[in-house]
Each structure stands twice: as C-alpha cells, then as structure tokens.
C-alpha cells in the first residue's frame, strides 16, 4: 500500500466519521405522551402541547387537541393502548397550534368539529400575542396539507354531538383567549375540557391576534361558570391533572382583580410596562403564579382595549 493511499483512507474514515457524528448529534427527542385516566372512558395526555382528552364512545374515540406539530402520531399510539376502536372525531377547543397542528396525521376520513371563529382562524394561523415566533412552516401547517382535517363542521354558540352516554355538549361564551374558546362538555361523566381559556392558575395568554380579549375575560369565565350546569371535573389546556368546578369560579374572580388592577394602573397614569412591573398575585389566590413574561403582554393587550 502506498503512502498516499494510505493517507486517502485516513482521511476517508475521518471524513466518514464526522459525517456520522454530524448525523447523530442532533438526536430529536422521543415524543412520549403520558395517559391520565379521568373516567373509565375519558383520558388525558400530557405532554406535547395542550393537554388532548380521548374519549372512548360506544362505537370510536373522539379526540379533544391534537398538541404541537409532529405530535399527532403520537396521540395515535397512546390511543391504541387504550383501546382497538378508531377515532372518529377531532374537536378543536381553539386554533393555537399547539392545540391543532397534530389534527393533519389523523385520517382524512375523521371528522373535524370546531366553534366558527376558531374554524376561520384555523385557516389563517397567526403569530400568538406575546409568545416567541415560531418557524414560518408551522403556520401554513394546514395549507402545505391541501386543508387536511381543517373544521369540518362548525357552531355558533351550542352544539350537542350523538346521545346517551355517548353525548358531548359544546358551549362557546364570548371572547376571552381567543375569540373561538370552546367548552367540551361529557354530560355523562360531569366532565368538561375547557382548552386554554383556564389553561394554568396564571394570568391568561391574551392572544389578541386571534380575537382574545382582556376585558372580557371574566365575564365570559362567568358565563360559563353559570351556563354549564352538572360539571364537577375539569381538563384544563395545560395543567397536567384536572380541577373543579370551583376552581373556575375562582379563575373568574382571579381575572376580575387582574382587570381591575390594569384599570387602576392606567387611572393612575401608570404606563402598561409600569403597571406588568408592578403586579403581584393578590393573596387569597393560593397556588396561582405571575410570569413576568406574561403579565407584560397582557398588560399591553388590556391597555390597548382600554383605550379603544
Ligand atoms: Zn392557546
């Protein structure tokens, strides 16, 4: 074997294994979701994005959010541990992708339910108010697809989906995170899924891009507070195990101080910066936190409707 050979080779191998190390270190991560049992027929799934319910129906599975990008298969393995029946319905509680974008690896055939707002928003995902950008793909998610399991059908203000043990109601109150929230009520099981409009005992995002709205918040809270009869249990967008009822009664009180605390501020010729600076939880709410990062866009989102 030559010299120059031999140096080829060497430098072959060196080449081939940096390619190899190139193609290893940017390993994604596994995309597990965890099952929580909340009845004998109704799971959440952490993980991935807003929490997805699956309820288990006499004749197939009707899902409720389909996570971030790239998570629907996953959903799809996790159902198959839970039971041999298909999935027959999506229902979207809002248009944020991490609650839509894994609708596109379902089965085309799978019917798509949303409340009408969130349908149109569906179609042209924006930016969310106060949340980093994310890739530019992500938002023509739908679009690349040709409209894959986009809302199929849609309602206004009530809908009721098959009957019996089966019956799921769905309830839209006005404006809040967006101006599509949809409740996802399982009259059988006193369960409601309730997506990011009490999505973590925080501040709420107030996605005004979508439609959201501060001012209204607690009044569409209440709304629902009083409008759903027979719930005790909720599935909340992003709490990774359920609440109570009265737990959202005390969202909607939360929300009405966190109002009256940006109106206050602007009365007092506090900036809307000044005022996010400013604000700590009061005390009688125990257990609930303030980010920073998103006390100042709300502030901001609260302030521009103030001044309307
Ligand atoms: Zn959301």
Same mark, same amino acid.
């Given at each position: 074997m030559t010299r120059t050979l031999v140096l080829g080779a060497l430098i072959a191998m060196a080449a081939l294994s940096f390619t190899v190390g190139a193609y290893q270190?940017?390993?994604?991560a596994p995309r597990t979701v965890t099952a929580l049992k909340v009845k004998d027929n109704l799971y959440m799934l952490n993980g991935g994005g807003g929490t997805t319910g699956v309820f288990i129906g006499a004749n197939g599975v009707v899902v409720i959010d389909t996570k971030n990008p790239g998570w629907g298969q996953s959903i799809l393995d996790a159902i198959k541990e839970l039971t041999p029946k298909p999935v027959t319905m999506i229902i979207n509680t809002h248009s944020h992708l991490d609650h839509v974008a894994g609708n596109i690896e379902f089965p085309a055939t799978v019917d798509v339910v949303a409340q009408e707002h969130t349908a149109a928003n569906m179609k042209r995902i924006t930016p969310v108010t106060g949340l980093p950008l994310r890739p530019a793909n992500e938002y023509a998610i739908f679009a690349d697809k040709?409209?894959?399991?986009?809302?199929?059908r849609t309602f206004k203000d009530r809908m009721t989906l098959g009957s019996g043990s089966d019956r799921i109601d769905l309830y839209y109150f006005g404006r809040?995170?967006?101006d599509g929230d949809t409740f996802v009520v399982f009259p059988a099981l006193r369960?409601?899924?309730?997506?990011?409009?009490?999505?973590? /005992?925080?501040?709420?995002?107030?996605d005004a891009n979508a439609g959201g709205s501060g001012i209204e918040y607690s009044r569409t809270v209440m709304k629902a507070y009083s409008g759903i /009869?027979?719930?005790?249990?909720i599935i909340n967008g992003h709490t990774p195990t359920t609440t109570t009822w009265a737990d959202l009664k005390e969202y909607a009180d939360y929300m009405t101080t966190f109002i009256g605390y940006a109106e206050s501020q602007m009365k007092a010729g506090k900036s809307a910066d000044e005022a996010a600076t400013g604000y700590t939880v009061p005390e009688?709410?125990?257990?609930y936190t303030a980010p920073p990062a998103r006390v100042k866009p709300d502030m901001q989102v609260i302030y521009n409707e103030l001044t309307k």
């Open positions: 270190t940017p390993q994604p040709n409209g894959r399991n986009l809302a199929k809040a995170h967006t369960v409601a899924h309730v997506g990011d409009l009490f999505a973590f /005992k925080q501040p709420p995002i107030l /009869k027979d719930v005790d249990t009688q709410f125990k257990g």
